[in-house]
């Protein structure tokens, strides 16, 4: 194995670091090994890799046996990733896309997403990760394990009280979460100004009393103004309610109308737990049936 520090150079042999594309590059070997164990990649996996820069994640995951398909959007990076990988491209163990990830056909058969991702895709890449492991035609996702921010870390795991919004609430409907390793910024080169930390989240499965759509549109318009009682924030109909089956604008209206009298329609949305989102849509839907 060549090691992070000769892949980070060779890399930067050809071309200066993109700080647009927020190219911060792990040099510890040590957070590397570790990344891929916390993840349990095995030779039966077929490994996601986003942004994966100098390649070395890629080559870490690829010590393992396991088959990887890393997207990556910078045209230089991709001649580097070409040279470098030449002989596990060729035998198939590596596939490289180069695009955005946000907007790319995904492998239907990965069944697990291990990346050091650019920050600023943070959310909508478990938007999207969100939607494959969801899609009916695509293997279900066994372990996704994250590279993040320290702060958005905690958002996603809901960690303190001031944490608590639609992100983490939205994420465990479909996800277990935890945090592992704490990062800190001298495990890379260029060094980010901020803390990273690992993110775990595996899929738990869970089949919800009503549509998760539905769940989806009420929690994230209740967080829009989280020092709201969801009396006023839900009074409205969600701009894209028309998108979950067999609901629309008036429907909505209606069971408003029976629900704006139930006392939970008195709290704030970060005293809600996620169980209490599913009842609350359970009612919503069924009140209005009955109306």
């Known amino acids: 194995m060549r090691g992070a520090r000769q892949l980070v150079d060779a890399l930067r042999a050809l071309q200066p670091t993109k700080k647009s594309l927020g190219q911060h590059y792990l040099v510890h070997d040590d957070v590397l090994e570790r990344t891929v164990a916390w993840a349990e990649v095995d030779v039966e996996d077929h490994v996601l890799e986003v942004g994966p820069g100098p390649g070395v994640l890629t080559e870490a995951l690829l010590a393992t046996g396991c088959a990887v398909t890393a997207i990556e959007l910078d045209s230089g990076t991709c001649a580097h990733l070409r040279h470098v990988f030449a002989e596990a491209l060729a035998d198939g163990r590596l596939t490289l896309i180069e695009g955005d990830a946000l907007t790319v056909a995904w492998p239907r058969d990965i069944t697990k997403i ?28 066994s372990e996704i394990v994250l590279l993040v921010q320290e702060e958005f870390a905690e958002r996603v795991v809901m960690e303190y009280e001031s944490d608590v919004g639609s992100l983490g609430m939205v994420v465990g409907l479909d996800f277990d979460v935890d945090m592992g390793e704490r990062v800190p910024p001298h495990a890379f080169s260029p060094m980010p100004k901020v803390h990273s930390r690992l993110l775990r989240m595996t899929p738990h499965d869970e089949d919800w009393p009503c549509d998760r759509r539905l769940l989806v549109m009420m929690i994230q318009t209740a967080f829009s103004q989280r020092r709201k009682k969801v009396k006023r924030t839900l009074r409205k109909a969600p701009r894209r309610i028309a998108r979950v089956p067999g609901w629309h604008a008036s429907r909505w209206d209606r069971a408003y109308a029976a629900m704006q009298n139930d006392p939970r329609m008195d709290r704030r949305p970060e005293t809600f737990e996620l169980e209490e989102w599913a009842e609350l849509g359970v009612d919503f839907a069924s009140c209005e049936e009955e109306a």
């Open 114 to 141: 291990v990346a050091n991702i650019p920050y600023q895709i943070s959310s909508p890449l478990i938007e999207a990760l969100t939607r494959h492991h969801r899609h009916p035609k695509t293997t279900p996702l």
